[in-house]
Structure formats: structure tokens, C-alpha cells
């Protein structure tokens, strides 16, 4: 084998590393991008699921509040209609009102 031979082999070799090596950082970015992808989307998942389980839960709390708050109006309505049988002038002084 010539000199020159050689070189143009060493060049050849060179030139295909060369491809190999930038496929190679070509398929990386893609890999690296998909990932990152995957990541945002597991990610929102995440933040819909923990956000739709907050306003589940701020619901029932309402609820659980909008039912207490009935019976408590309830209970002081019905507190209101056993005093009502008597106005406030009927009261001696020191006499409590019911």
C-alpha cells in the first residue's frame, strides 16, 4: 500500500466517525427533547390531578360548611321563636330573657 493510499483510508475512517459521532449527538437531542417532553406532560398530569383533588375537597368542606351553617340558622330560628312569646319590656330588670 502506498502513502497515499493510507491517508485517504485514515481520511475515509476519519469522515465516518465523523457521521457517526454527529448521528449519534443528532439522535441524543431527540432523546433529550422526547424525555423533556414526557416529563412536562407527566408534570401537568401531576398539577390536573392534584388541582381537580384541592376542588374536590374544597367542595365538600363547602358542603360539609353550607349543612352546618343550615342547622345552626335553624337551631337559632327556633331558639328566636320560643322567646318570642314575650317582648323584652315584659322582663324584670334582673331577669334573664330566654
Known amino acids: 500500500m ?3 493510499e493510507i491517508l485517504e483510508q485514515i481520511k475515509g ?3 465516518a466517525a465523523k ?6 449527538q443528532a439522535d441524543q437531542k431527540v432523546a433529550i427533547a422526547n424525555a423533556r ?3 412536562v406532560a407527566r408534570i401537568q398530569k401531576a ?5 381537580s383533588k384541592f376542588e374536590s375537597t374544597i367542595s365538600a368542606k363547602r358542603e360539609e360548611l353550607v349543612k352546618s351553617g343550615s342547622k345552626t340558622i335553624a337551631a ?7 322567646g318570642a312569646c ?3 319590656e315584659e322582663h324584670s330588670e334582673g331577669q334573664e330573657i330566654p
Open 2 to 4: 502506498s502513502r497515499t
Open 13 to 15: 475512517a476519519e469522515a
Open 19 to 24: 457521521a457517526k459521532v454527529e448521528k449519534a
Open 37 to 39: 417532553k414526557d416529563a
Open 47 to 51: 398539577e390536573a390531578e392534584a388541582q
Open 76 to 82: 337559632g330560628e327556633g331558639r328566636g321563636r320560643e
Open 86 to 88: 314575650c317582648s323584652r
